[in-house]
């Protein structure tokens, strides 16, 4: 504040900035206690002070209210008081409109105080939200369909709602007021920002005839032909555009906005209509996702292009220009062009040099200009796209969505040019004229998850068949997670090839959605020509949205709350992602015992099946919230949804997720400062509900209950998913575990684990040099490579195994040899196993200094710390000796931490829990 001086000097400045960047911080300041509170008037008041009052009347109705109260109200009421908390306490909540005549309010508090005017909601509060379903011709005619309302004022009916699609082109043309109607939308609802509101009846279609923007676009080009012959230059066919606006009245309230936002797929690339020779009517999407219209003529068109050795020739015609004289342009490079008057045009020859355009990365739109003309966009106009192969690389000339020629270069890529949906399986087809060799395609989540499929090669033909419904997950049967997949292949080079889709394929498209077991799939074309599959849980309408989560949390849940508790347990790992760690282990004997109650596991996104007889419920879903509301056990290891409340008669066991080798809970620097980070009271409220918090060993005992603030039972039972480690059937259950990863007998495990980095979250890099442990290693020794779930999946080469996405990593230290980890609890885990652990901290003084951790490694590592990869690979090399030597600091650190995982500590939490 005090760089940017007092307000006044630029209006325009004083909106952005209050509106946006300052006015969050006023309120983070309000939030964080007096001393900020008081800090922040002494910064801002210098500046509110030389702000225009209109400006001040202009802003958001919330922040106005603030800026009001800043400038009127004593300090001590403003720094002691809630005064300032309570209006940003509101704000936060869903937002409630009072209307009186026909204007309207926002309800906020100390209306009964303060002058009415300054809660009038103001343009900068009717915030137009649309979106587009759907532009289509039919019959001629532009049809636009999707929905369009103002944010929290609800439209549940047809009644005083109305909204019209206006054109706008340039100031002197009349606008086009297209033919708009209102439809029933639910989606709108289902998709908006705010709780308790209806926007059902928010949807539009809008129809527009051709000839109005012909004939504004022809008096246009008369003008602009006019201008330029009194400056002696011959007339240009010109484009005309329009920009796509949508006038609403809804209620009493008035506001206008840009149409904006597509639907992904087909609504990213409408289609133009040819409304005369020549001349095109294309609605097209600006970079910021805003609608226009262009008429647009075809001032130079693509006739052939032809690859002779090292020369690209393209060969352009211009129709209705005679010019012997100018150049042409790919991208902002100026190319030498022979132009040849013919008939009643001109014949333009590009020549391109191969060489040079193998050595470009991203494709350029090609140009043409004529001397003394503007530059023309070459156009596809029917012309057959073409792609050369010149070597293992390709050289292509297509068409984009507006029809507007780009030339590219890059490796050979598979082009799609079918997805046929069979039964379950989505089939796909395409040429892919690269060299012979097998080759995968990889399905990539933008978490980093990957699938890795076979492609069929024939020739120059592919076929691909991808079973979404049913990935293979080390034998495993899962669905897509929900989100969106890329789709590329990885060359032998190592060069990443992404997949397009046929140009020639686009129109006939199957994108509608499928439903199969739970989950919507669609196979789309997404920007044009890149082909994803789109993966949603099939949810009721009702629980879709903001909207549907807000009933259920505010209305629906507490009402569930009321009711009689059942006899049965609801069974959580990691938010429903797992089916792993001690839950598993608890649940498992529970059915071994005959157990009779009801299971319930709360399954994510159909992440797995539970094996036996439990139950399984969609995470989020209504009947989540009445389990979570009305079971008697709920067995979890980590936090519960922020909306659960425990009862007073309901037993919760949090069974941790092992024992913490870093600073967790209150014991982290963030959640000592003052005033406490909202984190802070989540876990507190989280805490409260705890019945029962299971505990590896005395140290961990007095380390959780401190970290988390916990009072309550503590049962120093062992960690129950440490049974397997030492159950009596560990080596068969540890050889189905080496069949499902396919590890060959008889060679030594190494397992690489390491925790996540809270400052690194999104390397994907492995810090272990694989390719020098697997040639320092030999081929006797199988590398396992575990990336923690809240760092970014590892980038594995194919000399080691990425485990990552393996259910649960008890079984993997069941077959592993040698821990390989840092600062994880895993660490505590393995020490059961009696097998060698080498923790690799390469970055202990950063960790230490960022995170902080609770073991004195130098004192209290059960094996060497190293700071190198080749360190950690010299001590794998010679891992008995490396053991041997710390023998007596292994056996202390078990004893020490893991004193009791001695394969009976589910019995022992079974029979405390439900004897």
């Known amino acids: 504040m005090r760089a940017v001086g007092p307000g006044g000097r630029d209006a325009a400045f004083d909106t952005e900035v209050l509106s946006g960047p300052l006015g969050g911080r006023i309120d983070l300041a309000i939030k964080r206690g007096a001393a900020r509170r008081r800090e922040m008037l002494d910064l801002v008041r210098p500046y509110l002070a030389g702000v225009d009052p209109k400006v001040k009347r202009d802003l958001p109705v919330a922040r106005r209210l603030i800026v009001h109260l800043m400038e009127t109200r004593p300090d001590e009421e403003l720094v002691e008081g809630e005064t300032l908390l309570k209006v940003v306490t509101a704000a936060a909540e869903p937002s409630k409109r009072i209307r009186k005549g026909l204007r309207w309010y926002a309800d906020l508090p100390f209306r009964d105080e303060l002058p009415p005017d300054l809660y009038r909601l103001r343009r900068s509060d009717l915030v137009p939200v649309t979106h587009i379903d759907d532009i289509v011709w039919v019959d001629g005619k532009l049809r636009v369909s999707g929905y369009a309302y103002l944010a929290g004022l609800s439209v549940r009916s047809r009644r005083f709602n109305w909204a019209t699609v206006v054109l706008r082109g340039p100031r002197w043309l009349p606008p086009v007021r297209m033919r708009t109607r209102r439809v029933l939308a639910p989606e709108a609802t289902h998709g908006a920002r705010e709780p308790g509101c209806n926007y059902d009846w928010s949807g539009f279609t809008a129809e527009l005839n051709p000839w109005p923007l012909r004939w504004r676009g022809a008096v246009r080009g008369f003008v602009h032909g006019v201008r330029r012959r009194m400056r002696h230059r011959p007339g240009v066919p010109d484009a005309t555009t329009w920009r796509a606006e949508i006038v609403f009245w809804s209620r009493g309230a008035r506001a206008t906005g840009l149409l904006r936002g597509a639907s992904i797929g087909r609504p990213e690339r409408p289609a133009g209509l040819n409304v005369k020779p020549g001349w095109w009517l294309r609605p097209v999407w600006t970079s910021d996702r805003a609608l226009q219209v262009v008429l647009q003529p075809n001032r130079a068109e693509l006739k052939s292009v032809e690859l002779d050795g090292e020369r690209l020739e393209l060969k352009i015609f211009l129709p209705g220009r005679q010019v012997t004289k100018g150049h042409a342009r790919l991208g902002g490079h100026r190319i030498a062009a022979d132009f040849t008057p013919s008939g009643d045009g001109t014949q333009v020859v590009v020549g391109l040099a191969v060489p040079a355009l193998l050595q470009e990365k991203d494709g350029r739109r090609l140009w043409v200009e004529p001397k003394g003309d503007p530059a023309a966009p070459v156009m596809l106009a029917g012309a057959a796209e073409t792609r050369s192969i010149v070597g293992d690389r390709e050289i292509t000339v297509l068409g984009d969505r507006r029809d507007r020629v780009v030339v590219s270069a890059h490796r050979i890529r598979p082009v799609i040019a079918s997805a046929v949906w069979e039964g ?9 004229p690269d060299a012979e060799g097998p080759r995968t395609l990889t399905l990539r989540h933008r978490s980093g998850l990957t699938y890795q499929l076979p492609m069929e090669r024939s020739g120059a033909e592919f076929t691909v068949r991808v079973e979404p419904a049913a990935m293979d997950r080390f034998g495993e049967p899962v669905p897509l997670a929900s989100g969106t997949w890329n789709m590329s292949l990885r060359h032998p080079s190592g060069e990443i ?14 994108e509608d959605p499928r439903t199969i077991g739970g989950h919507v799939f669609r196979m789309i074309s997404t920007r044009f020509d890149v082909p994803v599959i789109t993966v949603e849980e099939d949810k009721p309408a009702e629980e879709r949205g903001v909207a549907g989560t807000h009933v259920l949390r505010r209305v629906f849940y507490p009402a569930q709350r009321s009711e009689p508790l059942r006899d049965t347990t609801v069974y959580v790992v990691n938010d429903g992602r797992f089916y792993a760690d001690s839950v598993r282990a608890i649940y498992e004997e529970r059915v071994r015992r ?121 049962l120093e039972s062992g960690l129950p998913r440490n049974d397997v480690l030492n159950a009596p059937d560990r080596e068969a259950r540890a050889a189905a575990v080496r069949e499902r990863l396919g590890l060959a007998g008889g060679k030594r495990v190494v397992l690489y684990a390491p925790t996540y ?104 590592a059960p094996g060497p710390v190293l700071a190198t990869s080749a360190e950690v690979i010299e001590a794998l090399r010679s891992i008995d000796e490396v053991a041997a030597a710390h023998a007596d600091r292994y056996d202390a650190f078990r004893a020490t931490f893991a004193p009791r995982d001695d394969g009976k500590a589910t019995a022992r939490v079974v029979d405390h829990l439900f004897s």
């Open 424 to 432: 379950s399986a989505l089939v796909l087809r395409g040429r892919y």
């Open 757 to 860: 980095r809270d400052y690194d979250r999104k390397n994907a890099m492995v810090k272990l040099d694989l390719a020098k442990a697997r040639q320092a290693l030999g081929a006797d020794h199988e590398i396992l490579v575990r990336a923690h779930p809240m760092q970014a999946m590892p980038a594995v080469p194919d000399i080691a195994r990425d485990v990552t996405t393996y259910p649960d990593i008890a079984e993997l230290l069941l077959v592993a040899d040698v821990l390989v980890t840092d600062y994880s609890s895993v660490m505590f885990d393995f020490a059961a196993t009696g097998k060698p652990i080498v923790l690799y901290a390469y970055d202990r003084t950063k960790y230490s200094n960022k995170r902080g951790l609770y073991l004195d490694l130098d004192e209290q």
């Open 497 to 510: 090839v992404p997949l397009r889709m046929d140009h020639a394929a686009l129109p006939g498209l199957d």
């Open 594 to 714: 005959g157990d009779d109650g009801e299971h319930v596991w709360i399954v994510k996104d159909g992440a797995f099946v539970p094996p036996g007889p439990a139950k399984v419920i969609r995470a989020g879903s209504r009947e989540h919230h009445e389990a979570l509301a009305r079971s008697r056990h709920i067995v979890t290891n980590a936090f519960l949804p922020a909306w659960f409340r425990a009862r007073e008669d309901q037993v919760v066991v949090q069974t941790w997720h092992g024992t913490p080798a870093k600073l967790i809970g209150a014991d982290q620097a963030h959640m000592k400062r003052d005033p406490r980070p909202p984190i802070w009271y989540r876990q507190a409220a989280e805490v409260r509900g705890w019945s029962l918090l299971l505990s590896q060993s005395p140290w961990a005992t007095q380390v959780l209950r401190k970290a988390f603030g916990y009072k309550g039972e503590i």
